[in-house]
């Protein structure tokens, strides 16, 4: 089975620019997730969606950033206009069901992102 | 306020012998505690996890153990082998509190031959 794959792998890209991270979850997956890592804070979720719903969207930082999930197969993150400080790893993951504990969270490799 | 906490950054070991990964946490409400583990350029992936009722759970070489009353868990791995190097990220859940996965921010641990 293919895993959650993420594209692109790598973005660089000039300050005030729109950036697309985009994500295909695991096929049969109802839960997706968007996480961002930097050094300082880790691992945190920016979002999460069930069944094609965002259903907490508490992490996201501030309006630059927004989210869709168009379908079963497909999300999008978006930041408009992006700022250096977004420069990070953004991880995308599927679960079945919500996403807890005895249903584990699947991962793909990541966007790293640098916005010069 | 860090809910999870992973407070050793890093983590040193010969080969053959135990690594112990420790994680601490605040919120009462967890009620289920997971391991992943994480290569450099990939993402982290599910290793090992354990529901609040048990105290203890075991997979192969990794072992998890949770302490409810200190609110404390920890992996771990015996014999460590070199390919076990990798940052290890300990997460919760409290699914009836709507609350998706949170994590520490992990530990790396270093494995040498």
Known sequence: DAGVIQSPRHEVTEMGQEVTLRCKPISGH?????????????????????????IDDSGMPEDRFSAKMPNASFSTLKIQPSEPRDSAVYFCASSRGTGGGNQPQHFGDGTRLSIL | DQQVKQNSPSLSVQEGRISILNCD?????????LWYKKYPAEGPTFLISISSIKDKNEDG???????????????????????????????????QAGTALIFGKGTTLSVSS
């Open chain 1, 30 to 54: 109802n839960s997706l997730f968007w996480y961002r890592q930097t050094m300082m804070r880790g691992l945190e979720l920016l979002i999460y969606f069930n069944n094609n719903v965002p």
């Open chain 2, 25 to 33: 946490y605040t919120n009462s409400m967890f009620d289920y505690f």
């Open chain 2, 61 to 95: 070489r990794f072992t998890v153990f949770l302490n409810k009353s200190a609110k404390h868990l920890s992996l771990h791995i015996m014999p460590s082998q070199p390919g076990d190097s990798a940052v290890y990220f300990c997460a919760a859940s409290a699914p």
